[in-house]
Each structure stands twice: as structure tokens, then as C-alpha cells.
């Protein structure tokens, strides 16, 4: 059975104090690993989509990577507006590709 | 491009009674997705609409159905409601037509439901 584990659960940063959150997944052929965010009573924004091993993309201070087995996010001089909870999905097998596995994702809070 | 969207954005219900959702995708999109949200299990897939078909189903039971129009908008239906039926109920897009991959979903900002 595919699933989806997301640490640390929660992570407080200082403004400026780079880290990076960890998605890690066991699924027979990965189909695709989406990163999110997600802000208080509203529904997840999309961030990346990741198809490969070895595939990087970027987007402000944010950089997520993959390998065959795990995920990362990587949150370069975070800013108190990346606070978020951040959401890893990955696709469902054969014919559910398009029914995502989440994990149950990390609550970032950056402090001023 | 307008996103997607959901009305309506807040329902409070009494046990027993039944509830009607619905989702309008991003213009161009066929594949719609409905998903619940609670504390306990996080976001759980119910299922998938694609040119008015249900392509995959979650692990949810037949109190929970859903259909999908010509112009791809999506309900979703609840009937004889729950406590355990209180959540967040989020609706996503997408082309639908990726061959032998998942594509990138796009969440609406959902409807709140509340049983009591």
C-alpha cells in the first residue's frame, strides 16, 4: 500500500534560519510527488510537481528535490510569511493516478 | 485564469439530514477530484470525476456520492449525515488527459461543513 510520512510534524524557524522539511514515500512506481501549502481555513496552494529522481525545481526561496525514496523541501532564509503547514502528495497506482496520497504534513512557523 | 471554486463556503446540519456541494474547475479542465480534510486523517480522496464519469473512488461509504456535468462542474453529495461528517471538503482540477502519470491538481478553497 502507497503511503506518504511527512517530518518533523512541526518546525520553528527564526526569520532568516534556513531548513528543510522531508517527504518520504513507498510506492510501487512513483507516478508523481506534489508539494503544497496550506494556510488556515483555506484549501492546499500548489508549489511543485516532480516526476524523476534527481529533478529539482525552484521558486523563491523555496527548492524541493527528489530521489527514489524521499522528498525535500528546502526553505532558504524563510521569511514570517512561509508559515504554513506544507503538504507532500504522491499519485495512486495505475489507473488512480490522479487520487493523491497526502501526508499529513509539516507546520512550518517562522518567527520574526 | 479564474480558479476554482466552491460554494458554499460555509453549512451547518443537523444528523440525518443530506448536503449538496459544488465545484466549478479551472476553465479547460475535465478532471475533478473531491477530497475531505479533518484533524484526525488529514486529506483523504473520495473521488474522481472525468467527462461526467466516475474514474477512481476513495475508500468512503455509498453515503457519499458525486456527479459531474457536461461543462465539467462537479456536486458532490451526503446523505443521512454524521458527526464524523464534519470536515473540510476540498474540490481540485485538472486536464485529466496525462498518459501514465498523475497531474498536477489545483484545490478550490472548500466548504466547510459542519454536523450537528
Partial sequence: EDQVTQSPEALRLQEGESSSLNCSYTVSGLRGLFWYRQDPGKGPEFLFTLYSAGEEKEKERLKATLTKKESFLHITAPKPEDSATYLCAVGGYGGATNKLIFGTGTLLAVQP | ?116
Fill in chain 2, 1 to 116: 485564469k479564474a480558479g476554482v471554486t466552491q460554494t458554499p463556503r460555509y453549512l451547518i446540519k443537523t444528523r440525518g439530514q443530506q448536503v449538496t456541494l459544488s465545484c466549478s474547475p479551472i476553465s479547460g479542465h475535465r478532471s475533478v477530484s473531491w477530497y475531505q480534510q479533518t484533524p484526525g486523517q488529514g486529506l483523504q480522496f473520495l473521488f474522481e470525476y472525468f467527462s461526467e464519469t466516475q474514474r477512481n473512488k476513495g475508500n468512503f461509504p455509498g453515503r457519499f456520492s458525486g456527479r459531474q456535468f457536461s461543462n465539467s462542474r462537479s456536486e458532490m453529495n451526503v446523505s443521512t449525515l454524521e458527526l464524523g461528517d464534519s470536515a473540510l471538503y476540498l474540490c481540485a482540477s485538472s486536464y485529466g488527459s496525462r498518459i501514465g502519470g498523475s497531474e498536477t491538481q489545483y484545490f478550490g478553497p472548500g466548504t466547510r461543513l459542519l454536523v450537528l
